[in-house]
C-alpha cells in the first residue's frame, strides 16, 4: 500500500509540475517582457527634452482639438484651434486665455495634474517604479496618484515609446481625456513662447 501511495504522489507532482510550468514561463516570460519595455521606455524618456504635438481632448461630451508644446521642466503651450484659446503654464501658474473674450484665467500650477506631468523626473520615476495596469497591442497604460491626490492614467504609444497622453479629472470632477498624435521630441522651442501675455494686449 505504501509503495502504491508513493507512486501515487510522484505522478500527482509530475502532474503538477506539467500544469506549473506554462504557468512558470508565462510569468517569467511576462516579467522579462516588462523589463525590456520598461529599459527600452526609460532610455527614450531620459532623452525627451521637448515635445511637439497634436492633440485631442474630451471632457464630457465635449471634444476639442489643437496642437501643443512642452519643454521640460514644467512649461507647456497649448493652442486650441477653432476656440482662440490657449493654455499656457510658465512654471508657477496656468493661464488660460481667451482671445475672443479678451480675458486671462490664472491657476496656480502646484494644485493640477501638471505640475506632476510637466516634470519629466515624475515620468521617469512613474517608468522605473509603476507596473502597467493595461497594455493592448498599441497603449501602455500607468495608473497612480500625485502629491495632491489627483489620479492620473498616463499612456505611452508601445511601439514608438512616445508619451500619448493621458486622463484626469478636473476641478468639477469631469474625466478629462487627453490623447496625443503626430509626436516630435526634441525639436527647437524658444522659451518666449511660454510667456503669458497681458489682458490689454490680447
Not at 59 to 72: A, D, L, P, Q, S
Request: charged share 25%.
Amino acid at each position: 500500500m505504501w509503495g502504491k501511495g508513493k507512486f501515487y504522489r510522484i505522478l500527482l507532482s509530475k502532474k503538477n509540475i506539467l500544469v506549473l510550468l506554462p504557468i512558470l514561463f508565462y510569468l517569467f516570460f511576462t516579467s522579462f517582457s516588462h523589463a525590456t519595455f520598461q529599459e527600452k521606455l526609460l532610455n527614450k524618456y531620459k532623452t525627451v527634452n521637448t515635445l511637439s504635438f497634436d492633440f485631442t481632448q474630451k471632457i464630457g461630451k465635449k471634444v476639442e482639438t489643437g496642437n501643443c508644446y512642452i519643454k521640460y521642466p514644467l512649461l507647456m503651450r497649448c493652442e486650441y484651434l477653432k476656440k482662440k484659446k490657449s493654455i499656457i503654464t510658465n512654471g508657477k501658474r496656468i493661464a488660460i486665455v481667451k482671445r475672443r473674450y479678451k480675458k486671462i484665467y490664472y491657476y496656480p500650477l502646484k494644485k493640477t495634474p501638471l505640475f506632476y506631468l510637466l516634470n519629466k523626473e515624475n515620468i521617469l520615476n512613474v517608468i522605473q517604479n509603476y507596473l502597467p495596469e493595461v497594455t493592448n497591442s498599441n497603449i501602455v497604460e500607468y495608473k497612480l496618484k500625485d502629491i495632491n491626490d489627483n489620479k492620473l492614467n498616463i499612456f505611452f504609444n508601445k511601439n514608438s515609446l512616445d508619451l500619448a497622453g493621458w486622463k484626469t479629472l478636473d476641478a468639477y470632477s469631469n474625466e478629462v481625456s487627453f490623447i496625443m498624435s503626430n509626436v516630435k521630441t526634441n525639436i527647437f522651442v524658444e522659451n518666449k513662447i511660454f510667456k503669458i501675455p497681458r489682458e490689454e494686449d490680447l
